[in-house]
Structures are given as structure tokens and as C-alpha cells.
């Protein structure tokens, strides 16, 4: 499953973003270029504050780029949409909605017109029971832990069937040992349904984990690609197999050496 | 709310978003309460916390109501006094005070039925001002331009107080009854529009790309983002407003005449019936006192799902 030989699927072609505010321009990053594969699981690297979240977002759509375009399948991308679903950082729940209303609000969007009333009941439901949150169907978010909202933003961006799964840093705020039962439950889910999927990540053990490839940004401003990194690793993938195999150790070192050697965080002073 | 220095006078915070932590954790301490009382006798002990609790809060006020009723009736127990005692008002204004709904004729009706005139025109006036000011307030709270152009106009029309308005309404419609209830919109409307418009402003970027994800159009965005997430604001602007409406549909009714109960107040006048204003008063002040925490209520209601993330 290797990026040369399928045919790009998601492409960015030489893309900048440049911010401007009050007459100030940052450019936050320069001269990405990424062919990523229908199928992949891609994780993007970097010291925080480099810009994973705008090359998420410029996916995504949120934002738009400077110079140089997106494409999903040979289409510009220009604006969000459900086939680019978001996992975002903080599971961004309503939480006026309960856990069963959160995802079912973005079924009804996109299958409102394809499914009938009780297939989009019985996908939401099948979401759910896919991350395990089932049980808590009609909880607030207010009401259940960090992990479980996490899970149920997750559920909610599989329910929109994308064709890209977009995750900006979804374990970030989670204890070591929920990170790792979530981490598993996405390998499973990629494993099951093969979708395309970019995750930004600073954790150096996650990324060599779940990842095809792992792209490693340089420091901003200015971010651009450093290197990228084919795990090469076989799936299903085992964390605690994993731990001993020397794949793996090389792997997590080259990614380490990148961050701590070659790109050491500057703390801005 | 960075982006409007001098804003949150009218942001009621009390009334307002409570910040996640505070309100999780003093829930969680009285479940908790709750439960242990519960686990150790259950019936008996749970009535009687109760019932203090509510002698706690009802007791007190009694109290001082007694004590304030006291010391008037001292004041102005004497023949050449200028106000009258409150047995004095209870012995003139009897039929009043006991029997609200009675019926002697057209202009002679209890002070329920002119609480209930006047109720019906401030729901007309406030209804309305309800709807126009949040449809105002979330098309002004989406733009900063419009924000910036608006709002020092609405902060200057806000203080323009009621009876103002009147003479202009007056000229306007021709007629005092639509005349009162646009006195009560035009009152009432401006805190409505103002907070609507900062809690539209305050919905975090997150619900937006969500929004923006899911490509919710604008109807839906209207109903399923902004509204739910702007409520807390939107209903203390109601709480104010709804205040508002109160004051303005007494001094209307005054002027504009009818059987509302400000105008009542205003014919005893003229007829130098002092313990009937008195006993008006009071009506007026229970009333205003129901309507504001009829709001509150909806509002707390509403918005339970909202206070925390
Ligand atoms: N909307 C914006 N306007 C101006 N600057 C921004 C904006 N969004 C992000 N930035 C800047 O771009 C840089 C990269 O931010 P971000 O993509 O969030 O980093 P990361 O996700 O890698 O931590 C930061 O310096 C940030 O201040
Ligand atoms: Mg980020």
C-alpha cells in the first residue's frame, strides 16, 4: 500500500499559507508537496506551533491556501465538507445535543436525501456501537469522560462516510492509557473500513503506531516538509509485539532524531 | 467578548454562562449530598431538609414584610397622616384586595382582570420584541461591520426611556392601543438585540467549523448552532427585556387610558383613591416579580444543555 503505486488520491501541490493580520504577514508554511494514496494513513509530525493544524485545516477546507491547491481526487478543494470529516482537537461536541443527537445530526446532513428515517437511525447507532459508545447514546457530553467524547467525535466523522479522515491531534488531551485503547480502536476501524486518513500528532510512539507514512515538519515559520518516513511495518499491528521489533525501533528513532536533532524546538524568546 | 470593550454592562453574568468547572462540581457535591442523606434515613430526614430549607427562605422575608408593615402603620396612624395605614387600606380597599376577578360593571373590575389586559399587551409588545431582536440581533452579531456600525446607535436608543417614545408611537399609529404595545417593542428590544447579538458573537469557532463541515445551510445553522449555543445570552436579554416591557406598559396605559391596570392607577388618582394605588402597586410588583422569574425558569430550562462543555 505504498504511495508510489497506487494513483494520488489527495494531493497538495506546492501549497502556502500566509496569515495576515493588521498589516502583519506570517507566512506559517511554504512549498508543501504531498501525494497521499486512497487508503493511506498518514501522520503528520512537528513542534508545536508549526502549522499541523493550518495544513489539517487547509484540507479540511476551513482555511484556504495561498498559493498552490489541494486536490481530492484530481478536484480543487475550496471549501469544508462531509467527505473531508474533522476529528478535532478538542471533539468540538454541541453539547446541547446528546451523544446519539451529535451524530445523527451529521448523518441526517449527508444521508438525508439517500436514506430513509430508520437506516439513518440504524447508522447512528452502528457508529456508535463502532467506537463503543453505544451504551451512552442519550448522555450529554457534559456527562461523560474526555475519552468517550473523543470517541463519539470520531464516530461522528465515520458516520459521514468520508473519504478522508481528518484528525488534528485526537488523543492530545487523554490519559496515557485511554490514548491507547482509542489508538487501537482507530487501527481496528482503519483496518475495517480502509479509509483514507491524515492525523496530526507530537507523540512520536502514536505516529510510528497507526501510520503508513509519517510526514515530519521542520520548526515554523516558514514549516515546510522535512522528511517523510515509509513505516513499512505489517498490519494488524501490535503495540506490545511492536515494542521489541527493530522496524519499529528504527522507525521511532529516525522520527525522534528528526525532532531532537535536526529540528530541536527553538522556544521563541 | 474581548471584541466589544464596555459590552458586558448588559451581560447579566449571573444569568449568563456559568464557567464548566463550577457548575460540574457544585452539582456533583450536591448529588453526592443527596445520596449519603438518602442512604441513611430515608424518608423523614429528606422532608425535613426540605422543609427547613424552605422556612430558610420564606421565613425571612415574612418577617421583615411584618416588620415594614408595622412601622408604617405607626407612621401613618393619625388622623391628619398624608398617606393611608395599612389597616386603612385594608378596610377601604377590601373588595380589592380579596377578590381580584369581580366584575360590577365595564370600567368596574377587579385588578386581575387589568393585570390580564395590560399582560395581554406586553405579550403582543414583547413577543414581538423577542423575535425581531433575535432575528437582529444574530444578523448584526454575524457581521463585525455591522457590529461596529450598530451598536454605539443601539447602546444611545436603549436609555431612551419608555414614555419617551410615546408621543411618536401616538403620531405614528393614530390609536393608544397599538401605541402601547409598540412602546413596550421599541422598550424592550434593545437588550434583546444587544445580547443576542454578543452571544452569537461568543460561539466558539469550534461549533462553527462543525457547521461548516457539515455544511448545515443557513436556516439550519440559525436553528441548530446559533440559537442553542447563543441561548444563555439571548435569555438574560429577554430577562431584561421582559423587566422593561413591565415598566413600560404601566406608564403607557397611563397616558393611553383603557381598563389595563395603569390606567387604573391613574383614574384613582384623579379620584384621590390613595389605597387603591397602594394595593395597584403591590399587583404591579408581584406581577413584574412572576413575569421575571417566569423568564428565568424558561431560560434555565432551555438552557441546561449549554452551561458546560
Ligand atoms: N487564523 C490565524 N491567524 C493568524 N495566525 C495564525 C492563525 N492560525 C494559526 N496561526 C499561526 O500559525 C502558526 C501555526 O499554528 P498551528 O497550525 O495551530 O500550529 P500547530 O497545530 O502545529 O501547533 C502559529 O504561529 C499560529 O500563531
Ligand atoms: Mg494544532
Known sequence: ?269 | MNAMPGRPVLVDPSAGRVPAGGAARTKSQETKVVALRTARSPLSARALATLREAAATVVPPLVMLAALLLIWQLATDKPDASLPSPLKIWTEANDLIVSPFFVYGPQDIGLGWRVLTSLERVAYGFGLAAIVGIVLGAVVGQSVWAMRGLDPIFQVLRTVPPLAWLPISLAAFRDSGPSAVFVIFITAVWPVIINTAVGIRNIPQDYRNVAEVLRLNPLEYFWRIMIPSAAPYIFTGLRIGIGLSWLAIVAAEMLTGGVGIGFFIWDAWNSSRLSDIVVALVYIGVVGFVLDRLVALVGRIATRGTASA
Open chain 1, 1 to 269: 500500500m505504498t504511495a508510489q503505486l497506487a494513483k494520488p488520491f489527495l494531493q497538495l501541490q506546492g501549497v502556502r499559507k500566509v496569515f495576515s493580520r493588521g498589516g502583519m504577514e506570517t507566512e506559517v508554511l511554504t512549498d508543501i508537496s504531498l501525494d497521499i494514496a486512497e487508503g493511506e494513513f498518514v501522520s503528520i509530525i512537528g513542534h508545536s506551533g508549526c502549522g499541523k493544524s493550518t495544513l489539517l485545516n487547509l484540507v479540511a477546507g476551513l482555511t484556504r491556501v495561498t498559493t498552490g491547491a489541494v486536490l481530492l481526487e484530481n478536484r480543487e478543494v475550496n471549501e469544508p465538507g462531509p467527505e473531508r470529516a474533522v476529528v478535532f482537537q478538542n471533539h468540538s461536541l454541541l453539547p446541547w445535543l446528546t451523544v446519539y443527537e451529535n451524530v445523527r445530526i451529521a448523518v441526517d446532513k449527508v444521508f438525508g436525501r439517500t436514506k430513509s428515517r430508520a437506516d439513518r437511525h440504524a447508522w447512528t447507532l452502528h457508529n456508535l456501537d463502532l467506537v463503543q459508545m453505544g451504551h451512552a447514546k442519550d448522555k450529554r457530553p457534559a456527562e461523560i469522560s474526555g475519552g468517550m467524547k473523543q470517541r463519539v467525535g470520531i464516530a461522528r466523522a465515520l458516520a459521514m462516510e468520508p473519504k478522508v479522515l481528518l484528525m488534528d491531534e485526537p488523543f492530545g488531551a487523554l490519559d496515557a492509557l485511554t490514548r491507547a485503547h482509542l489508538q487501537d480502536s482507530v487501527m481496528q476501524i482503519h483496518a475495517r473500513l480502509g479509509n483514507t486518513a491524515i492525523m496530526i500528532t507530537h507523540d512520536v510512539d502514536e505516529a510510528v503506531l497507526l501510520s503508513d507514512r509519517i510526514v515530519m515538519m521542520t520548526n515554523g515559520p516558514s514549516a515546510r516538509v522535512g522528511e517523510v518516513l515509509e513505516v513499512g511495518l505489517p498490519r494488524p499491528r501490535n503495540r506490545l509485539e511492536l515494542v521489541s521489533d527493530a522496524r519499529y525501533i528504527h522507525a521511532r528513532e529516525a522520527v525522534l532524531k528528526f525532532l531532537y536533532e535536526r529540528h530541536r524546538f527553538v522556544e521563541a524568546a
